[in-house]
């Protein structure tokens, strides 16, 4: 089985930063992409930022300059560092993988089960 576990939300004053991390584990092959959703209440959840395997990034423009996305190949764990956070910014914060756990398999969505970010004075 595979498992996304994701840490490091919270509560942070405007213009703060966070990191979050979100770690793979299980049956896994490869990993073509990882990234990151949020979802405001009321809001649908929207794609913040995602990375592929070979480095190449894509943002929001609402987060552009301001959230960086990173991966670490070798643990399977994707990071998001988030700068200069505004009021906005706060939602749950999901990260996905699109992943295959044999050479056979197709690529799947794997969800994990997501992390509050809170941006509050």
């Known amino acids: 089985q595979v498992q996304l576990v994701e840490s490091g939300g919270g509560l942070v004053q405007p213009g703060g930063s966070l990191t979050l991390s979100c770690a793979a584990s299980g049956n896994i092959f490869s990993i073509p992409a990882m990234g990151w959703y949020r979802q405001a209440p009321g809001k649908q959840r929207e794609l913040v930022a995602s990375i592929i395997s070979g480095g190449s990034t894509t943002y929001a423009d609402s987060v552009k300059g301001r959230f960086t996305i990173s991966r670490d190949n070798a643990k399977n764990t994707v990071y998001l560092q988030l700068n200069s956070l505004k009021p906005e910014d706060t939602a749950i914060y999901y990260c996905?993988?699109?992943?295959?756990?044999?050479?056979?398999?197709?690529?799947?969505?794997?969800w994990g089960q997501g992390t509050q970010v809170t941006v509050s004075s």
């Open positions: 996905y993988s699109k992943l295959r756990i044999t050479v056979l398999q197709a690529i799947r969505d794997y």
